[in-house]
T-cell receptor, first 112, second 108 residues
């Protein structure tokens, strides 16, 4: 089993729909992150969490929300999906934030 | 100016060639630096951390120049399997900032 698991792997949804992307990890890391990747822009941080009671906005949090249900689970929601949220979404974990990140295999989201 | 800037490439090199990528960063107070490798449609994977004194891992050498605010990655004796996008990552004020990546294609 992967250390960081994202579901679904691929999703096509319609504009205005609510969608949730899920991430779970078996690494025991406290820190979890959601990023989106667009061609030519690199990964951009959406939200991050340092423990279950800690939620922080990243660079591009508008239009997204998150929930840290447990140390191992961190989900990302799009309340009302729009086409410019079409992207590749990655969840990541780390121990201290100064170390390297472990990424999930990504969710490819298409909003039509 | 982008916080982390990389030449997007693509770099097309023959097998066995030596290739080098540079990355510049904007925050002089940045403390930690990394190179990640990302295969097409896959997740980024940590290739190596970059230390002040420079470090080597097999065919890969990473260097940091704090005065000029850039890091580099050198790949010697390129293999077909080195074809990927290489992401420069800089920790700025506790946040990881990713470059957009440099694409490398190694050809037979």
């Amino acid at each position: 089993d992967a250390d960081v698991t994202q579901t679904p792997r691929n999703r096509i949804t319609k504009t205005g729909k609510r969608i949730m992307l899920e991430c779970s990890q078996t690494k025991g890391h406290d820190r979890m992150y959601w990023y989106r990747q667009d061609p030519g822009l690199g990964l951009r941080l959406i939200y991050y969490s340092f423990d279950v009671k800690d939620i922080n906005k990243g660079e591009i949090s508008d239009g997204y929300s998150v929930s840290r249900q447990a140390q191992a689970k961190f989900s990302l929601s799009l309340e009302s999906a729009i086409p410019n949220q079409t992207a590749l979404y990655f969840c990541a974990t780390s121990v201290t934030g100064q170390d390297g990140y472990t990424f999930g295999s990504g969710t490819r989201l298409t909003v039509v | 100016r982008k916080e982390v800037e990389q030449d997007p490439g693509p770099f097309n090199v023959p097998e066995g060639a030596t290739v080098a990528f540079n990355c510049t960063y904007s925050n002089s107070a940045s403390q930690s630096f990394f190179w990640y490798r990302q295969d097409c449609r896959k997740e980024p994977k940590l290739l190596m951390s970059v230390y002040s004194s420079g470090n080597e891992d097999g065919r890969f050498t990473a260097q940091l120049n704090r005065a000029s605010q850039y890091i580099s990655l050198l790949i010697r004796d390129s293999k077909l399997s080195d074809s990927a996008t290489y992401l420069c990552v800089v920790n700025m004020d506790g946040d990881m900032r990713f470059g957009a990546g440099t694409r490398l294609t190694v050809k037979p």
